[in-house]
């Protein structure tokens, strides 16, 4: 399983675009990258997944470049709700039961008015 | 999206008594169940991957006897917390995939919170 590594906390500011970097050098072949949101006291929510170049949806965009050691997850115009902790996880999408999830520390994003 | 459901939210019980916490996928068959445990400030830990009719497998550093998982259906898996003591004190999650693909996406409870006193 790939090591992440991201920025222990993140602040800005209601309407600014945030950028989280996420690191996986050891990333494999067959890996995919997935990014959850969590808020305190709940359960981990999907965000987006993707494998290489640019994936977007409703809620963000994540952007992986071509040696793919490294992705962004990208938060248009945030607001106070997008504060939570968010993690990045690499994982073989194609191992079946064995795919299970590791989760790294995250990065606590922090939003003010 | 699919939901995964957790019963209780909130549980306190008294140091050796013995906790069943309950995860449901409601509208979809789970081949495959996680359970986490998270304590405050820090990250999920796997503790377990339960498959519908065979054994759990643990991770390294959880106690199998203690921690017994139970996955009887496609739709419940249950977590018993055995002679239950204060450092068990925690957040416990479990997440639910329908198939049996690792690309399937993984549905998180919303996590019961135990409290041992």
């Known amino acids: 399983l790939a090591k992440t590594t991201q920025p222990i906390s993140m602040d800005s500011y209601e309407g600014q675009e945030v950028n989280i970097t996420c690191s996986h050098n050891?990333?494999?072949?067959?890996?995919?990258i997935t990014w959850y949101q969590q808020f305190p006291s709940q359960g981990p929510r999907f965000i987006i997944q993707g494998y290489k170049t640019k994936v977007t949806n409703e809620v963000a965009s994540l952007f992986i470049p071509a040696d793919r050691k490294s992705s962004t997850l990208s938060l248009p115009r945030v607001s106070l709700s997008d504060t939570a902790v968010y993690y990045c996880l690499v994982g073989d999408r194609n191992r079946g039961s064995a795919s299970k999830i590791i989760f790294g520390s995250g990065t606590r994003l922090s939003i003010r008015p | 999206g699919a939901v995964v459901s957790q019963h209780p939210s909130r549980v306190i019980c008294k140091s050796g008594t013995s906790v069943k916490i309950e995860c449901r996928s409601l509208d979809f068959q789970a081949t495959t169940m996680f359970w986490y445990r998270q304590f405050p400030k820090q990250s999920l830990m796997l503790m377990a991957t339960s498959n519908e009719g065979s054994k759990a497998t643990y991770e390294q550093g959880v106690e199998k006897d203690k921690f017994l998982i139970n996955h009887a259906s496609l739709t419940l898996s249950t977590l018993t917390v055995t002679s239950a003591h204060p450092e068990d004190s925690s957040f416990y999650i479990c997440?639910?995939?329908?198939?049996?693909?690792?690309?399937?996406?993984?549905?998180f409870g919303p996590g019961t919170r135990l409290t041992v006193t």
């Open positions: 050891n990333i494999a072949t067959n890996d995919y």
């Open positions: 997440s639910a995939r329908a198939g049996d693909g690792g690309g399937d996406e993984q549905y």
